[in-house]
């Protein structure tokens, strides 16, 4: 079994940054892919964020240009840094290790709770 640690979500105005961190109980070379979700209310979880294990990354197009993923994978943790945050990217997110492909299995974390406001 893995654990997921996330932090670092809050409030923010529109237009400012936040950075998530979601630190791993084991190594995160294991998984083919770790990354974000978020769900809104109302709202199916959906992606915004991936790199794999050969660190390339994957952006959801309503958060390219604004976000970055990246990891350290001395530290088991993997971040994403958001910029230019909207109202719109309020939601709860979600760090994920994919590790299905590797035959260890997916993991989420607990969810951090986002909140933009204008």
């Known amino acids: 079994q893995v654990q997921l640690a996330e932090s670092g979500g809050g409030l923010v105005q529109a237009g400012g940054s936040l950075r998530l961190s979601c630190t791993a109980s084991?190594?995160?070379?294991?998984?083919?892919?770790v990354g974000w979700y978020r769900q809104a209310p109302g709202k199916q979880r959906e992606l915004v964020a991936t790199?794999?294990?050969?660190?390339?990354?994957n952006f959801a197009d309503s958060v390219k240009g604004r976000f970055s993923i990246f990891r350290d994978i001395a530290k088991n943790t993997f971040y994403l840094q958001m910029n230019r945050l909207k109202v719109e990217d309020t939601a709860v997110y979600y760090c994920?290790?994919?590790?299905?492909?590797?035959?260890?299995?997916?993991?989420w974390g607990q969810g951090t709770q986002v909140t933009v406001s204008s």
């Open positions: 790199i794999t294990r050969a660190a390339i990354p």
């Open positions: 994920n290790a994919d590790g299905v492909d590797a035959g260890i299995g997916q993991y």
């Open positions: 084991r190594s995160i070379i294991n998984f083919n892919a």
